[in-house]
């Protein structure tokens, strides 16, 4: 097992950190984007309430 100092320790931590983080907001990202892309489409039609 590799052994670190301290610093080492917090870079690591550091990148793991950073890594998860990033990939959490690219899916929150995507998520927005689609339910936006959804939302506007629906803007485009009428609803079945609307027509009556």
Do not use: C
Request: proline share 2%.
């Amino acid at each position: 097992m590799t052994k670190f100092g301290q610093a080492e320790y917090i870079d690591f931590m550091a990148r793991i950190f950073a890594d998860k983080i990033s990939n959490i907001l690219e899916e929150s990202e995507k998520q927005n984007f689609n339910s936006i892309n959804t939302e506007d489409i629906y803007k485009k039609f009428p609803s079945s309430k609307d027509t009556a």
